[in-house]
């Protein structure tokens, strides 16, 4: 994507999508081909998700070029996040590959090497053995079969089958009531997150978090080339949120091993929970799986599905998501368009912002932190049209973000990596443009980029927010109120290249 002031009129890619959540859709064989991805992007995908547990690096990197032609054909940033698998405990192999462990039976897990039965099976996996203790639990094949610790040693692990049932070679196990030490980087990883960076990938979303120590390695890896998002999928991280939301740059609501290692109706407060504290901390926020899980087979979702989308975006989630739904279901546009219409529809309820509001977010003691709680302040009491955002490493465009105005934000930025990132933070339309010398500059410019991206007509008036000297980052301390103006409409609002 050329670093220029002038963009091309391309369609539907270019005007604010008229929404403030953002919408990241999962690419798998369903929606890795070029043109698909283009009607996933006009449907109204704001990022695409790379999941890294399936295919090989030679299709990931089939489908990020595509997704970077794409950008380049509608001249706007696309953001890309690879999500890593993590760690995954299985258990071995079994006798003509399948037994039935009995309910309410005993059924041993022990480092035997010889196929299973339905009296016990191999843990391949003997950092387990030393930390489960009497009374924790067990949970097989995404919790469909559970077990109850009877009694551990260094061997064996003898358990009561509270829900038995078939099991399969290999099937996965989940350890709710312990932390698991295995680090959350396997040697899988290590080598995708290398290739994923050198693909210039824009977000890296890691796996079985459960301390802040695990971002540790992944940062240091990363090397400050893209950003690192914690997926809380992992009860053992809910007691130290706040330090791993204080370590990413974002937070994902992993719903999908939460819900198997917690109680179902502990999901919706724990995922409310997780959403107002990374919005307290002004970090990105998403809410993923299982969304319009229907929509795999069926061509709508169901009233529920359409209830928990609009719930994540009254809680004021920067994005909702969407995986085996556009990854391999049968719908994938249909899936994207409806959950561009739930978004939208809930954007324009009267009371979306008193809702929105609900969760507080106290500013920090920072002239960057006042300002941008300014630009929210101004919103409320004058029509304004939008927020005009000139930032180099998008920490003011996040700090807006944070106080959730009720306008959209124009993000102008010199950086490539900076109008990619923002493409999952709330109410962010990123443009790339030259960098600013002068306050003049800063007020024609911005007036010039409102205009051609349909922020605002003749008579609007937008704030502009930024930081003297300019091109100094974390340097906020500059707010101004200006108004479009009829001259300045016959000359900007054309689309024309600057000179």
Known sequence: MANTDATANSGSGQ????????????????????????????????????????????????TIASIRALEARINRPITILADLQGPKLRVGI????????????????????????DTRVCLPHPELFGILQKGQRLLIDDGKLRLRVIRATPDEILCSAEVGGVISN??????????????ALTDKDRRDLDFAVEQGVDWIALSFVQRPEDLAEARKLINGRTALMAKIEKPAAIGRLDEIIELSDGIMVARGDLGVELNPEEVPPLQ????????????????????????????????????????????GADAVMLSAETASGAWPEEAVTIMNRIAAQVERDSGYQARVHFTATPLDPTTADALAGACSSIVATVPIAGIIVFTGSGSTARRVARERPGVPMLVLTPSERTARRVGLLWGAYAVMTKDIGSFEEMIAKGKRMALRHSFGTAGSKLIALAGVPFGTPGSTNLLHVVTLVGDELARYGEGTAEA
């Open 15 to 62: 005007a604010p999508r008229g929404r403030k959540v953002k919408i990241l859709a999962t690419v798998g064989p369903a929606s890795r081909s070029p043109e698909m991805l283009e009607k996933l992007y006009r449907a109204g995908v704001d990022a695409f998700r790379v999941n890294m547990s399936h295919g090989d690096h030679a299709t990931h990197a089939e």
């Open 94 to 117: 079994f006798k003509g590959d399948r037994a039935v462990i009995r309910h309410s039976g005993h059924f041993t897990l022990d480092r035997n090497p010889e196929p299973g039965d």
């Open 170 to 183: 290999r099937k996965g196990v989940n350890v709710p009531d312990a932390v698991v030490p295995v680090p």
């Open 272 to 315: 409310k929970r997780i959403v107002a504290m990374a919005r307290g901390q002004g970090k990105p926020v998403v809410v993923a799986t299982q969304m319009l899980e229907s929509m795999i087979e069926t061509p709508t979702p169901t009233r529920a599905e359409v209830s928990d989308v609009a719930n994540a975006v009254y809680d």
